[in-house]
């Protein structure tokens, strides 16, 4: 009997635009490594997923209250009360024990209006590759394609291998977004079916690498120039984050170390600090620690953008 490879999905985006050329369908799976405090998906890094809790979606234990008789372990009882802007009234609503959850789900399939959710699926390769085709006219119409994201889909390396040899079997453009944090006997699986390697870089020096994002960033700089040495196309990817990663020695690295990439480099992306994910913080139990950052300017973006320029680097922000 053949084994059905299966992987987990935290996301799937359809007529994506930002992350590789043309139309494209995104696949976000679970599961990363670094740990940055900016992470606008937190509910992406764990491997196995994490419950969320959204209690505006909730309908109020006296109308439901499924959720308390379902957790197996007791981690969910009678909590507080909440004004539902859904339903306009005042509502009794559950309360989560994240020491007990050990996020089974068991709640999430009972609870109807989804306030209790696993922030990933397990889904197959035939599965994605079914949604994937649905869009074919507009990946060769958009010179698009489909793009594997995360988390960092190489930690999942055998079913990003296997999802990106489908897509190339059918002559579709193909993007990996990545950390560079794998070994490169990882990436040996996936070469061969990665049209543009999207790989993020966070700062130059290891050890600020390892107290920002909590892994060392020699092995992620390794791995950049490996891909830029056989040739592979690559787009930098450089979030701005004021205060940590922002000093202008650091980018002058940065912008160095990737014109000695050479050829292989076709763009730098810089990409501004936002709080657009603080609100899953809330919903999976963590908390948003750079909650007092502010945005960068347009026109410190572009001050930034000019050190990249320098170098000789095309150069986008956003």
Same mark, same amino acid.
């Given at each position: 009997?053949?084994?059905?490879?299966?992987?987990?999905?935290?996301?799937?985006?359809?007529?994506?635009?930002?992350?590789?050329?043309?139309?494209?369908?995104?696949?976000?799976?679970?599961?990363?490594?670094?740990?940055?405090?900016?992470?606008?998906?937190?509910?992406?890094?764990?491997?196995?997923?994490?419950?969320?809790?959204?209690?505006?979606?909730?309908?109020?234990?006296?109308?439901?209250?499924?959720?308390?008789?379902?957790?197996?372990?007791?981690?969910?009882?009678?909590?507080?009360? =909440?004004?539902? @802007?859904?339903?306009?009234?005042?509502?009794? %609503? +559950?309360? *989560?024990?994240?020491? &007990?959850? /050990?996020?089974?789900?068991?709640?999430?399939?009972?609870?109807?209006?989804?306030?209790?959710?696993?922030?990933?699926?397990?889904?197959?390769?035939?599965?994605?590759?079914?949604?994937?085709?649905?869009?074919?006219?507009?990946?060769?119409?958009?010179?698009?394609?489909?793009?594997?994201?995360?988390?960092?889909?190489?930690?999942?390396?055998?079913?990003?291998?296997?999802?990106?040899?489908?897509?190339?079997?059918?002559?579709?453009?193909?993007?990996?977004?990545?950390?560079?944090?794998?070994?490169?006997?990882?990436?040996?699986?996936?070469?061969?079916?990665?049209?543009?390697?999207?790989?993020?870089?966070?700062?130059?020096?290891?050890?600020?690498?390892?107290?920002?994002?909590?892994?060392?960033?020699?092995?992620?700089?390794?791995?950049?120039?490996?891909?830029?040495? =056989?040739?592979? @196309?690559?787009?930098?990817?450089?979030?701005? %984050? +004021?205060? *940590?990663?922002?000093? &202008?020695? /650091?980018?002058?690295?940065?912008?160095?170390?990737?014109?000695?990439?050479?050829?292989?480099?076709?763009?730098?992306?810089?990409?501004?600090?936002?709080?657009?994910?603080?609100?899953?913080?809330?919903?999976?139990?963590?908390?948003?620690?750079?909650?007092?950052?502010?945005?960068?300017?347009?026109?410190?973006?572009?001050?930034?953008?000019?050190?990249?320029?320098?170098?000789?680097?095309?150069?986008?922000?956003?």
């Amino acid at each position: 009997m053949k084994q059905i490879l299966t992987g987990n999905v935290f996301d799937i985006q359809r007529y994506t635009l930002n992350d590789g050329p043309g139309i494209r369908t995104e696949i976000f799976l679970q599961g990363c490594d670094l740990k940055c405090p900016w992470c606008h998906s937190p509910d992406s890094q764990s491997y196995n997923g994490d419950l969320a809790w959204f209690p505006m979606l909730c309908v109020g234990i006296e109308k439901c209250g499924t959720c308390t008789s379902s957790c197996p372990n007791g981690a969910i009882e009678q909590g507080g009360e =909440i004004y539902s @802007k859904l339903t306009k009234t005042t509502l009794h %609503i +559950p309360k *989560l024990d994240r020491k &007990k959850c /050990n996020t089974c789900g068991d709640c999430a399939k009972v609870c109807y209006p989804k306030a209790f959710y696993l922030t990933c699926r397990q889904m197959s390769v035939d599965e994605i590759m079914e949604i994937i085709k649905k869009d074919m006219r507009y990946y060769h119409t958009t010179n698009g394609g489909v793009t594997l994201s995360g988390g960092e889909p190489m930690v999942q390396s055998d079913f990003t291998a296997a999802i990106l040899k489908e897509c190339k079997s059918l002559c579709l453009h193909t993007a990996l977004d990545t950390t560079g944090f794998v070994s490169w006997s990882e990436y040996e699986k996936v070469i061969d079916y990665v049209d543009l390697f999207l790989f993020d870089l966070k700062c130059m020096s290891s050890d600020r690498s390892e107290e920002l994002v909590g892994v060392p960033n020699e092995l992620i700089l390794e791995n950049a120039k490996r891909l830029a040495k =056989i040739g592979k @196309k690559i787009q930098i990817r450089y979030p701005i %984050i +004021p205060t *940590l990663n922002d000093q &202008k020695e /650091n980018l002058v690295a940065t912008a160095s170390f990737c014109r000695d990439l050479g050829d292989a480099v076709t763009v730098i992306q810089l990409l501004p600090y936002h709080r657009l994910g603080t609100v899953k913080y809330e919903r999976i139990g963590k908390d948003y620690t750079l909650g007092e950052l502010e945005p960068m300017s347009d026109t410190q973006a572009e001050e930034y953008a000019k050190i990249f320029h320098s170098f000789g680097m095309k150069t986008i922000v956003g």
